[in-house]
C-alpha cells in the first residue's frame, strides 16, 4: 500500500508475481478510497485479508494528511492478523518501476512549490537520503540527470529530462519488497512516516470549532 | 453475542486525545487515552497537525492497551465504532482510518458515530440507560450547545448553540490574559474556589429577553474581562487573580445553567445531562446541581474523566448502535470535519443515506496537505 503521494495503490503480489492491483489518482480521497481498495484488489484475487503474511507500506517522503491513512491502515492490519509490515520510502517505489540503470533521481509533488527527491545510481540503490526542496535550489546538482515522477512535470525547468512514471504504484513497491525479502529481508525502514517537514505550529483561529449550526 | 449487550470498541480522535474504549453493553471494560495536550500547551491551543502526527503514533499502541485492560480478543468484539466527526479533518481521519483498517481485518461491522451524540450517550456508562428525551448541554473547547435527544442513536436535534466561541475557548483565552497557561479551564476551577464570584460584574451573553432563549455568545464576555484585567494593569494596580475567575467563571456558568434548566421547562424535560469538557467544572456542576433540584430536574453528569473526550464515549454510542440494529457504516466511510449533529451517525450507502450537505465541498474546504 502507498498513500504517501496523490496515488491511493495497493497491490497483492505471491512473492514472483503482481497477483492484483489498484491505483486511483486523487489527492483528496485517500482516506475513502483505500479500504476498498484494498478489499477489490484482494476479492480480485479470490482471497481474504487473512491470507496475507506480510505487509509493505510507503512511508512517504509525503504530505502528510494522505501519508497518515496508508501508515496507520498498515498499523492496524498488522496488529490485529499478527502479521509484519515493513517500510519502503516511496521514492524507491517510483525508482524500482522506472527500470533505469543509470544515474537519475525522483521528484514528487511536496506542494508549497517544493518536490521531495533522491537520487538513485540505477531503479535498485538509492544514493543518500530523500530530502525537501525547492525545484530551483536543486536542478543544477540534478543537471544532465533523468528525473522520475509527478515533481519532475511540475517543474519543466528545473527537470527538463522528465521521466515515467509519473505516479507511485503499489505493484512496484510490492515488487522491491518481494526481492528483498527473497534475498533475506535487509533494506527495510521501520513503518513510520517521514515528513521531512516540522509541523506547522500554528493554532487555527477558533481551533477545534465543532459546533453544530 | 448478546444482542442487548453488545461488546464494542470506540476510537475517539477529533481532536488531541488519542482514545480507545471498550464497552459491554453499559459497562465500561476499558478507557486508554493518550494525550497530546502538552505539546500543544506552548501554542496556547491545539495545533492540528501535531495532533494528527500524535494520533498516528499513539493509534495502535492504544488500541492494544485497552484490549489488554478489558482482558478480551478483538475477535470477540461486536462491532468497532469510531468517531466520523465533527472535528479536526486530519486528526478523524486516523481514527476512521485505523476503525475501517481493525473492523475489515477482523470482519466486524463498523459504526461511524458523531462525536457529540458519543458525548451525551457516555453518560450511560455512568448512570444506566438515557431517559427519552434526554436535554443535554455540552460544553468543551469545541462546542457550547443545547441538544434535545429522543433517541441516541437517530434523533438529537439542536436548540441552541453558540455563536461565536466556545465555553472552553474563552477558559483558554482568559487564563492566556492571565499568564496561566494552558488548557485554562482546570487552573481556573482551581483559583475560582478561592475568589468572589461577586465581585465583578462581568456581561451575561445572550441573556436580554429578546435574545436567542437557547444559543450561547462568549466573546463579549471575553473581551470584556481581558478589557478590565488590562485597565487594571495600565493603572498600576495589582490585578485580583481569584476574584477575576471566580467572576469570569461564575458568568459562564450562570448563562450555561440558566438556559438549559429554562430548555428544559420548556420541552417539558425531567433530565438534564451535562458533557463535555467543561462539565468538568467544579462551579459548573455545583450551579447545575442547585438549579435542577429548585425545578424538579434531575441533572446527570458523568465523571471529569468521561466528559472530556475518550474513546469510551464513542464505544457506548456504538453499543447502542449495535444493540439497536442501526445500519452498519460501509468502507467507504470518509472523515466529516463538520458532520452534522443531526447525523448521530453515518450508515453505509446502501441504507439510503441522503447526505444533506456536500462532501466533496465539506472535504474541499479544508486543505489536505498543510
Ligand atoms: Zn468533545
Known amino acids: 500500500m502507498d498513500t504517501a503521494t496523490p496515488a491511493v495503490t495497493v497491490a497483492l503480489h505471491d512473492g514472483e508475481a503482481v497477483v492484483a492491483s489498484s491505483s486511483q489518482v486523487d489527492a483528496r480521497r485517500h482516506g475513502e478510497l483505500l479500504l476498498p481498495a484494498v478489499d477489490r484488489v484482494l476479492k480480485e484475487a479470490g482471497l481474504t485479508?487473512?491470507?496475507?503474511?506480510?505487509?509493505?507500506?510507503?512511508?512517504?517522503?509525503?504530505?502528510?494528511?494522505?501519508?497518515?491513512?496508508?501508515?496507520?491502515?498498515?498499523?492496524?492490519?498488522?496488529?490485529?492478523?499478527?502479521?509484519?509490515?515493513?517500510?519502503?520510502?516511496?521514492?524507491?517505489g517510483l525508482a524500482?518501476?522506472?527500470?533505469?540503470?543509470?544515474?537519475?533521481?525522483?521528484?514528487?509533488?511536496?506542494?508549497?512549490?517544493?518536490?521531495?527527491?533522491?537520487?538513485?545510481?540505477?531503479?535498485?540503490?538509492?544514493?543518500?537520503?530523500?530530502?525537501?526542496?525547492?525545484?530551483?535550489?536543486?536542478?543544477?546538482?540534478?543537471?544532465?540527470?533523468?528525473?522520475?515522477?509527478?515533481?519532475?512535470?511540475?517543474?519543466?525547468?528545473?527537470?527538463?529530462?522528465?521521466?515515467d512514471p509519473g505516479h507511485q504504484s503499489a505493484a512496484a513497491l510490492a515488487g522491491l519488497a518481494a526481492e528483498r525479502l527473497a534475498a533475506g529481508g535487509e533494506g527495510f525502514l521501520d513503518p513510520l512516516p517521514m515528513y521531512l517537514r516540522r509541523p506547522d505550529a500554528q493554532v487555527p483561529k477558533n481551533y477545534k470549532v465543532v459546533t453544530p449550526k | 453475542m448478546a444482542a442487548d449487550e453488545p461488546l464494542v470498541l470506540g476510537i475517539e480522535t477529533s481532536c488531541d486525545e488519542t482514545g480507545v474504549g471498550i464497552v459491554h453493553g453499559t459497562t465500561l471494560l476499558a478507557d486508554a487515552v493518550a494525550s497530546s495536550v502538552d505539546t500543544h500547551a506552548r501554542f496556547g491551543g491545539v495545533v492540528p497537525e501535531i495532533a494528527s502526527r500524535a494520533h498516528l503514533e499513539a493509534m495502535v499502541p492504544t488500541i492494544e492497551r485497552a484490549l489488554k485492560t478489558a482482558g478480551i480478543s478483538a475477535k470477540d468484539l461486536d462491532g468497532i465504532a469510531v468517531t466520523a466527526g465533527p472535528g479536526l479533518a486530519g486528526a478523524l481521519l486516523v481514527g476512521v482510518?485505523?476503525?475501517?483498517?481493525?473492523?475489515?481485518?477482523?470482519?466486524?461491522?463498523?459504526?461511524?458515530?458523531?462525536?457529540?451524540?458519543?458525548?451525551?450517550?457516555?453518560?450511560?456508562?455512568?448512570?444506566?440507560?438515557?431517559?427519552?428525551?434526554?436535554?443535554?448541554?455540552?460544553?468543551?473547547?469545541?462546542?457550547?450547545?443545547?441538544?434535545?435527544?429522543?433517541?441516541?442513536?437517530?434523533?438529537v436535534r439542536p436548540l441552541g448553540a453558540t455563536i461565536d466561541d466556545a465555553a472552553g475557548e474563552a477558559f483558554d483565552k482568559i487564563a492566556r490574559v492571565l499568564d496561566l497557561g494552558f488548557p485554562g479551564g482546570p487552573v481556573i476551577d482551581r483559583l475560582a474556589r478561592e475568589g468572589d464570584p461577586a465581585a465583578i460584574a462581568f456581561p451575561r451573553g445572550l441573556s436580554g429577553s429578546r435574545d436567542p432563549a437557547y444559543d450561547f455568545s462568549f466573546s463579549g464576555l471575553k473581551t470584556a474581562v481581558a478589557r478590565w484585567i488590562e485597565a487594571k494593569r495600565a493603572a498600576g494596580e495589582d490585578v485580583p487573580v481569584r476574584d477575576v475567575a471566580a467572576s469570569f467563571q461564575e458568568a459562564v456558568v450562570d448563562v450555561l445553567t440558566r438556559k438549559a434548566v429554562?430548555?428544559?421547562?420548556?420541552?417539558?424535560?425531567?433530565?438534564?445531562?451535562?458533557?463535555?469538557?467543561?462539565?468538568?467544572?467544579?462551579?459548573?456542576?455545583?450551579?447545575?446541581?442547585?438549579?435542577?433540584?429548585?425545578?424538579?430536574?434531575?441533572?446527570?453528569?458523568?465523571?471529569?474523566?468521561?466528559?472530556?473526550?475518550?474513546?469510551?464515549?464513542?464505544?457506548?454510542?456504538?453499543?447502542?448502535?449495535?444493540?439497536?440494529?442501526?445500519?452498519?457504516?460501509?468502507?467507504?466511510?470518509?472523515?466529516?470535519?463538520?458532520?452534522?449533529?443531526?447525523?448521530?451517525?453515518?450508515?453505509?450507502?446502501?441504507?439510503?443515506?441522503?447526505?444533506?450537505?456536500?462532501?466533496?465541498?465539506?472535504?474541499?474546504?479544508?486543505?489536505?496537505?498543510?
Open chain 1, 49 to 92: 485479508l487473512d491470507a496475507v503474511t506480510g505487509l509493505v507500506v510507503g512511508v512517504g517522503p509525503g504530505p502528510y494528511t494522505g501519508l497518515r491513512v496508508g501508515l496507520v491502515t498498515a498499523a492496524a492490519f498488522s496488529s490485529a492478523l499478527a502479521v509484519p509490515v515493513h517500510g519502503l520510502c516511496t521514492l524507491d
Open chain 2, 262 to 370: 429554562r430548555a428544559c421547562k420548556d420541552e417539558g424535560v425531567d433530565h438534564l445531562m451535562i458533557g463535555g469538557g467543561v462539565a468538568a467544572n467544579s462551579r459548573l456542576r455545583a450551579l447545575a446541581e442547585e438549579r435542577c433540584e429548585r425545578a424538579g430536574i434531575r441533572l446527570r453528569v458523568p465523571r471529569p474523566g468521561l466528559c472530556t473526550d475518550n474513546g469510551a464515549m464513542v464505544a457506548a454510542l456504538g453499543s447502542e448502535m449495535v444493540a439497536r440494529n442501526r445500519p452498519a457504516s460501509d468502507l467507504e466511510l470518509s472523515a466529516d470535519s463538520s458532520l452534522p449533529v443531526t447525523d448521530p451517525h453515518v450508515p453505509g450507502a446502501s441504507h439510503g443515506h441522503a447526505h444533506d450537505h456536500d462532501h466533496v465541498h465539506e472535504v474541499s474546504k479544508e486543505n489536505l496537505y498543510p
Open chain 1, 96 to 163: 524500482y518501476a522506472s527500470g533505469i540503470d543509470e544515474p537519475f533521481a525522483v521528484a514528487t509533488d511536496a506542494r508549497r512549490k517544493e518536490v521531495y527527491w533522491a537520487r538513485y545510481d540505477d531503479s535498485r540503490t538509492r544514493v543518500g537520503d530523500a530530502a525537501v526542496d525547492r525545484p530551483a535550489d536543486i536542478a543544477e546538482r540534478l543537471a544532465g540527470l533523468p528525473v522520475v515522477g509527478a515533481g519532475a512535470r511540475l517543474y519543466p525547468d528545473a527537470f527538463p529530462d522528465a521521466r
Open chain 2, 97 to 155: 482510518s485505523a476503525a475501517k483498517a481493525y473492523a475489515y481485518a477482523l470482519g466486524k461491522p463498523l459504526y461511524g458515530v458523531n462525536h457529540l451524540a458519543s458525548h451525551i450517550c457516555v453518560d450511560q456508562l455512568e448512570h444506566g440507560k438515557l431517559p427519552e428525551p434526554t436535554m443535554a448541554l455540552l460544553v468543551s473547547g469545541g462546542h457550547s450547545s443545547l441538544l434535545l435527544s429522543a433517541d441516541i442513536t437517530s434523533d
